[in-house]
């Protein structure tokens, strides 16, 4: 095996190719983009927010700029048209074998998240860009959004109290630990969705 992985990592650094890395600020993205510089396995694209990201040798690109971002938007589009994203891949899938069969029917269908959780998590929390969010979703469920979206409204100290009570380590998965300010832009990007569309989204008080 390792002669193998030898031979890999040879023809790796004979021929480098740039390998861009998403959601930038996660630890294990700066940990695997390290990992690969000092090996010079690769050159590395990393996407995120230059202030929160330093690994050396890399060059980090924040998908918010105005000049790159339609052009990343779109061939970040193509690419998954091509070869999927996991979670929208999935989601395709989900709604050509599930989903589109059930309303052909005359079913009800709820889903625990979905797209505009999606919207709100990268979009805003990940700052990947709505608009680029937007058209992942688009690809994936053929333009078709739910009829309705029920947002359940939380203090914050309360939704981290009772993340931390159902968690077994205290410290929720790993979204829900990312951070404060993560939960801060994730919370603004629930609030602008339901702003956006009042008519289909529904803020619920979930406090009691």
Request: aromatic fraction near 4%; charged fraction near 30%.
């Amino acid at each position: 095996m390792s002669d193998f992985l030898n031979r890999m990592k040879s023809a790796a650094k004979a021929d480098l190719k740039t390998i861009v890395l998403p959601e930038g600020e996660d630890p294990r993205t700066i940990v695997a983009a390290t990992k690969i510089i000092e090996e010079g396995l690769a050159k590395i694209v990393i996407l995120g927010n230059p202030d929160e990201i330093n690994v050396p040798g890399a060059t980090v690109i924040d998908p918010r700029n105005a000049e790159k971002h339609e052009e990343y938007a779109q061939k970040f589009a193509e690419l998954r048209a091509k070869k999927g994203v996991t979670i929208e891949q999935a989601r395709a899938q989900v709604m050509d074998e599930v989903i589109e069969p059930a309303l052909a029917r005359g079913e009800v269908v709820v889903c625990d998240r979905f797209t505009d959780s999606t919207l709100a998590y990268q979009g805003y929390g990940r700052e990947l860009g709505a608009g680029l969010v937007r058209s992942t979703n688009d690809l994936a469920c053929g333009g078709r959004y739910p009829d309705r979206t029920l947002l359940l409204a939380l203090d914050p100290d309360v939704a981290r109290n009772r993340v931390e009570g159902r968690s077994t380590d205290g410290t929720g998965d790993r979204m829900e630990s990312a951070g404060e300010a993560f939960r801060a832009r994730l919370r603004s990007g629930f609030e602008a969705i339901a702003a956006s569309e009042p008519g289909r989204v529904h803020v619920i008080d979930a406090d009691g």
